[in-house]
Nanobody, 116 residues
Framework: VQLQASGGGLVQAGGSLRLSCAAS????????VGWYRQAPGNMRELVAT???????AYTDSAKGRFFISRDTAANTVYLQMNSLRPEDTAVYYC???????????WGQGTQVTVSS
């Protein structure tokens, strides 16, 4: 299984980006997808998740600004990021686990840089 993360870039504070995580396998039977980020010198942190039932959860700093969604037909999970802040600057990774897996798969990461 391959996950292709894309959509990162350079944006000014207050701007928006939409990240995509495209899977090489149908996400119909996916159990969990998470978007993580890692800034230089920091540990990787979980930002947003969506489970098989469509239930979503967010870290406190992302609530009300970031929105995770999925398009089953496109086998893609999105992270819409609004009102971006300089502290959102990081490499963003997606991780997905299917129902018949014992561990998840990682995408390659996409750089998000927010200028002040």
């Amino acid at each position: 299984v391959q996950l292709q993360a894309s959509g990162g870039g350079l944006v000014q504070a207050g701007g928006s980006l939409r990240l995509s995580c495209a899977a090489s396998r149908s996400i119909f039977s996916i159990n969990f997808v998470g978007w993580y980020r890692q800034a230089p010198g920091n540990m990787r942190e979980l930002v947003a998740t969506i489970n098989r039932s469509g239930f979503t959860a967010y870290t406190d700093s992302a609530k009300g600004r970031f929105f995770i969604s999925r398009d089953t037909a496109a086998n893609t999970v999105y992270l819409q990021m609004n009102s971006l802040r300089p502290e959102d600057t990081a490499v963003y990774y997606c991780n997905a686990m299917w129902l018949d897996d014992t561990e998840g798969y990682w995408g390659q990461g996409t750089q998000v840089t927010v200028s002040s």
